[in-house]
C-alpha cells in the first residue's frame, strides 16, 4: 500500500505563488511515476504535471511555463511549485502515484493511477 499526504494549499491572490508538498509513504519504488492532477467540481479531472521513472517532466498546456514539478527521492516527496497563479487555477490538487508512463504524455495520465492523495485546496482570488 501507498499513502500519500499532501499539503501546501491555500488562498492566494493572483499573481501569487504557492508550493505544494506530497509525501509518500509505504511500497513506493522507483519504477513508478508521481503527478498531480486538479478537479473543479462539476468538472471532470485534469492532468497537470507528472515526472516519470527518469526524471522526465511532463505538463498540460495550460500550466507549462508556471508550474515546475520536482521530486526529491531522498524524502519521498513530489512537489508542485506555482506561479503566476490566476483565478482559473483554483481547484482541488491532488498528488498521484503508480503510472508508468514516459514522455510527453504522462501528465494526461495522472487522475487514473492507482494511488492518490486526500488533496490540498487552491483557491486564487482576483
Known amino acids: 500500500q501507498v499513502r500519500l499526504v499532501e499539503s501546501g494549499g491555500g488562498s492566494v491572490q493572483a499573481g501569487g505563488s504557492l508550493r505544494l508538498s506530497c509525501v509518500a509513504s509505504g511500497s513506493t519504488n522507483s519504477r513508478n511515476s508521481m503527478g498531480w492532477f486538479r478537479q473543479v467540481p462539476g468538472k471532470e479531472r485534469e492532468g497537470v504535471a507528472a515526472?516519470?521513472?527518469?526524471?522526465?517532466?511532463s505538463y498540460a498546456d495550460s500550466w507549462k511555463g508556471r508550474f515546475t514539478i520536482s521530486l526529491d527521492n531522498a524524502m519521498k516527496t513530489l512537489y508542485l511549485e506555482m506561479s503566476s497563479l490566476k483565478p482559473e487555477d483554483s481547484a482541488m490538487y491532488y498528488c498521484?502515484?503508480?503510472?508508468?508512463?514516459?514522455?510527453?504524455?504522462?501528465?494526461?495520465?495522472?487522475?487514473?493511477?492507482?494511488?492518490r492523495g486526500q488533496g490540498t485546496q487552491v483557491t486564487v482570488s482576483s
Open positions: 515526472i516519470d521513472t527518469r526524471g522526465r517532466t
Open positions: 498521484a502515484y503508480g503510472g508508468n508512463c514516459a514522455g510527453g504524455g504522462c501528465y494526461a495520465l495522472t487522475a487514473s493511477w492507482p494511488y
